[in-house]
DNA sequence: TACTCCCTGTAGCACTTGCTACATTGCTAT
DNA sequence: ATAGCAATGTAGCAAGTGCTACAGGGAGTA
């Protein structure tokens, strides 16, 4: 019964590391097993199913991406929206962050269609990236600081979805005149 | 064989209302079909293939919001990047606009993980907004116009991703306050 | 030794996918 | 009237989907 729970948490381990390569578009269940190097079989003994086998997986890289998270801006510094916003773009179209970002895109569109169990998950997600920002902005002259940690987070996405479909020096460049609009 | 082309774009433009009603997600050729009320068949008829059957759609699709754009905030005006970003960012939450945004994402999310047509359409799509962008803005004072165009267009669509996952009232307060950043 | 029960492979089911082959209708030009 | 071709329906294919039934191996316990 142990062993159940330590296999389970490598497919998992291996699912996350998978997905962040290849993205989890139309992912199949057997592709998923292979990914892992199981069986499907074995992929529904460890997970009640594909919809449960996906959340964790995402989980692991939610978990993953916190770690990188809190390395790359440790929270007990207060920052100006305006610095922080700029960091945190450079941060976000930076090489390691691009798996992430990209996954997270797809994350957002499975729940703009409605498709189980995206939805409740990028909620979570959301919920997370907003409260990390609100954390480390300086409130004072904040009418609503809530609301203006949200408005970076879109920035942060939104520079991850240019970083899909604009050429790439162009990103980077939006990324470093960020500074011209804020 | 007028009368082809006459179908053709008649599905074209059903397939187009469908798309913004239901989202392309996992969507297949029959189900197209049948929201443009002849068989799949026919379908294949038209289209020589589902991609370009979505394609066709797509480009009405952007078509149309492209008409909406230019009403919204007619060309020969010259905007202040932070009012534009403002105005847009309205613009972006308001009611009509949500179906265009969510099914942009989708499109993105295709691109992500390089599913035909989506990264090519992705593309051009991006450029145009880009272009829309920068041909209103002030480009007195800004070291590279395009980049901050850029900005903006990454400003309204990381709105756009937060509308589908986080409460509305956030993203309406995200979307007011926009000054508080800008 | 016999029983139990966790683990795992094999096989398959019912269904959906994109797409095609073929047959049939109906109109048009001769 | 008839030949020819565009338009459309019917049926089906091979592949893939999520998931399940069943059986066996192996380890621990009585």
Redesign the interface.
Known sequence: MVAREVGRLQVQAALARHLLQ?????ISLRQLAAAARISDRMLLYYFTDKAEALSAAMAQVAAELTVQLETALPPPTLWQ??AL?AAAAQLTVSAPMRPYM?LW??V??????G?VPF?QL??Q???GF?AYVELRIDPAG???P???A??????????A??A???DED??N??A???G???
């Open positions: 290849t993205g989890l578009g139309a929206p305006r916003a990209r895109i797809e957002v569109a499975g729940a703009a269609r498709e939805p990028a909620s997600i959301a919920a907003i904040l009418a609503d809530r609301a203006t949200t408005t970076i987070v879109a920035l942060i996405d939104g520079l979805v240019i899909v479909c604009a162009l990103v460049r939006a470093a005149t960020l011209d609009l804020l």
